[in-house]
């Protein structure tokens, strides 16, 4: 396995796994903070830069779409990063709350915790059964 997919796989699953126990342990500290995010332009667009600068270098850096699972879904992340990116530089204010209501973050927290939490494990767990080459 190529050392920038090993090294993007621990890196990403080990964040993913710190963050879903965050986001498990304290839930309502969670939920304020995502909507103080979307009740301020200024850390709305701190956060869509910085989230473009590190989807736009996972991009240009890991853009693998064959080779196994890991490396695709290392490379899905730098996208979807970039995405998320995009759509927080150019969400029209006002949007922000059709975004949160569309997710229903405070009903659905423990579902997304646990996607983030599986996700995490299998990246660190491949991550770290991979040998780099």
């Given at each position: 396995m190529q050392l920038r997919t090993v090294f993007l796989s621990r890196l990403i699953g080990i964040y993913c796994i710190v963050c879903a126990i965050l986001m498990a342990v304290r839930r309502q500290f969670t939920l304020d903070a995502v909507a103080a995010l979307f009740?301020?332009?200024l850390a709305m667009f701190v956060t869509g830069v910085f989230t473009l600068i590190l989807g736009l270098a996972m991009i240009?850096?890991?853009n693998y779409w064959?080779?196994?699972?890991?490396?695709?879904?290392v490379t899905m992340v730098g996208w979807?990063?970039?995405l998320k990116a995009v759509l927080i530089l150019f969400m029209p204010s006002g949007m922000q709350t059709v975004y949160l209501n569309g997710f229903r973050l405070a009903?659905?927290?423990y579902l997304y915790t646990?996607?983030?939490f599986v996700l995490g494990a299998y990246l660190?767990?491949?991550?770290?059964r991979a040998k780099p080459e």
């Open positions: 009740t301020s332009p240009l850096g890991h064959s080779g196994g699972a890991l490396r695709v879904i979807v990063a970039t009903e659905n927290l646990a996607v983030l660190t767990w491949a991550g770290f």
